[in-house]
């Protein structure tokens, strides 16, 4: 969270051209000031700074494909997902929100699940090859006991988006990404960057989390 808030660090501030920005780090900042802040806290922080710039940049206010903000995006998104796997509570309270938005959408939008896990798992091996399928599949099934289809759906959202982040990285020359995509090739990362299926995956795993 406070490299996310660092992100704009010597561009002027109030003054500067990200300065439309400034109430979402100066929230960042407030939170993370905290002695004590929960957990739980931490992560609907870092969702709703990230919500928020999404907005200003679909308003115009923000330019789009800025590199500052895509990395103060691709940061929040970072440390969320840090937090939800790091403690159990949030990792299950993300998963049960997920779940319940899920409910409400046509089931045609969780098919895309299962599009872009197939996708994935054709670039990859190992475990992430084996299981993310298999998670996007019962996490679809609503013949599934609803515990497993939430199990399921936050382990596809999770590894997802670090999938897709990771080639994101990849293509720019950043090595330090997760154990999720060390075994994507520059080419597969330029796939999994590309690939609308898995970008219209992303945006939908968003939009539940």
């Given amino acids: 969270m406070t490299y996310a808030a660092d992100t704009f660090a010597g ?7 990200y300065a439309v920005l400034m109430p979402e780090v100066e929230l960042l900042r407030k ?14 922080t870092c969702r709703r700074a990230e919500r928020r710039t999404h907005k200003r940049v679909s308003i115009g ?26 403690n159990d509570d949030v990792g299950e309270t993300v998963a049960l929100r997920a779940q319940m938005k899920m409910r409400q959408e046509p089931s045609d939008a969780s098919a895309l699940l299962t599009v872009a896990a197939d996708e ?17 599949r019962i ?9 497993a289809r939430r199990t399921a759906l936050y382990k596809v959202a999770s590894r997802t988006l670090r999938v897709h982040r990771g080639a994101r990285q990849a293509l720019s020359e950043v090595h330090d990404v997760s154990k999720d995509v060390a075994g994507l090739s520059k080419n597969a990362g330029i796939i999994v960057s590309s690939s609308v299926a898995i970008q ?4 939908y795993l968003l939009s539940l989390l």
């Fill in 31 to 44: 939170v993370a000031k905290l002695s004590n802040p929960r957990p739980m806290q931490l992560y609907d």
């Fill in 120 to 136: 994935i798992a054709e670039l990859s091996e190992g475990d992430l090859a084996e299981e993310l399928p298999e998670d996007a």
């Fill in 61 to 86: 206010e923000c330019p789009d494909s800025d590199p500052l903000i895509e990395d103060f995006l691709e940061q929040l998104q970072e440390a969320a997902l840090d937090v939800a796997g790091a």
């Fill in 200 to 203: 219209a995956a992303v945006n």
């Fill in 11 to 17: 561009q002027g501030g109030d003054n500067g051209p």
């Fill in 139 to 147: 996490a679809t099934d609503e013949n599934q006991p609803e515990e």
